[in-house]
């Protein structure tokens, strides 16, 4: 394979994963069906890229669940991407058990940060969100091994329908028990697979959710807590949050609605998923 010189690069491990989360950009039946690649397949994936790469980011499914090829897979990385910032996404639960723990800390990069998504403070949201019973025990277990260890964890708040009104008491659970997180993003849809086919569901307009993610913002941001602002178009952001505003979308993925077309701030505006900006509810405030 020829090398890339593309100084940020994915490695997508395959799309299985021990849970199904309701609002999942993949579908439930995607994952069913998917396969996991091998370590040597993934290992031509990572020789493809540029050793130069700044960023890489390592995402499934969930990557934990290739167990032994994952840990390959880091230790891999760490040789192969001398400079960059390896960042895995992973719903953080098999971090739970101190072996695989272990084993991590022993074969992964120098920078590397993991970013593990809380859906709820509590058991029954989160395991209804993530239709996996059990997850919110192994996710916190996972998390509290992790923080005490000292690794660097970006906690990751998919906000929607079913969380809005438990986001400040999720805020307030995260600032007490992980202060010292690396960051904790608050994030909108992606409107596909699951959560296309859940949208009755999860969907809810920018005007009914943000007063939600407003307050669990400020709540993370008085405590100390490093916040920011990922998937929402930016007139709905209060200009107090501006600074903790991310345009978080793929460039190549970014779309805007007619209505956009001569708005001041469009270049700072990370605008709308493809999918989510055909939401019906979906209305914005041209600057
Ligand atoms: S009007 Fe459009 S471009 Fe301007 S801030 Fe809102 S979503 Fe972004």
Request: with cysteine.
């Amino acid at each position: 394979m020829a090398s890339t010189n593309i100084p940020e690069n994915t490695i997508f491990i395959g799309g299985l994963c021990n849970s199904n989360c309701i609002m999942c950009p993949y579908t439930e039946h995607f994952r069913r069906n998917a396969k996991s690649e091998s370590f040597v397949r993934l290992k031509q994936v990572v020789d493809s890229m540029s050793p130069d790469s700044e960023y890489v980011c390592i995402t499934g499914g969930e990557p934990t669940i290739l167990r032994d090829d994952f840990l390959r897979l880091v230790e891999y990385c760490r040789n192969h991407f001398p400079f960059a910032l390896i960042h895995i996404l992973t719903n953080g639960r098999t971090f739970a058990y101190r072996d695989f723990l272990d084993d991590f800390r022993r074969v992964r990069p120098y920078k590397t940060l993991l970013g593990i998504p809380l859906h709820a403070d509590n058991s029954a949201l989160h395991d209804y969100i993530s239709q996996s019973n059990g997850s919110f025990d192994e996710t916190l277990r996972g998390l509290d091994n992790l923080y005490r260890a000292g690794e660097h964890i970006e906690i990751r708040i998919v906000t929607s329908r079913l969380n809005c009104e438990n986001l400040p008491g999720l805020a307030r659970m995260i600032a007490e028990r992980y202060p010292c997180c690396r960051r904790v993003c608050l994030m909108g849809l992606e409107m596909m697979g699951n959560a296309m086919i859940n949208r009755n569901d999860v969907w809810c307009s920018y005007g009914e959710l943000w007063p939600f993610v407003r307050e669990a913002a400020y709540i993370l941001l008085m405590k100390g807590v490093e916040t920011e602002l990922y998937n929402y178009p930016l007139c709905i952001v209060d200009k107090n949050l501006h600074p903790v505003y991310r345009r978080s979308i793929t460039p190549s993925k970014i779309e805007y609605l007619h209505e956009c077309e001569n708005c001041r701030k469009k270049n700072e505006c990370g605008g709308f998923f493809r999918t989510t900006k055909i939401m019906p509810d979906i209305s914005v405030r041209p600057y």
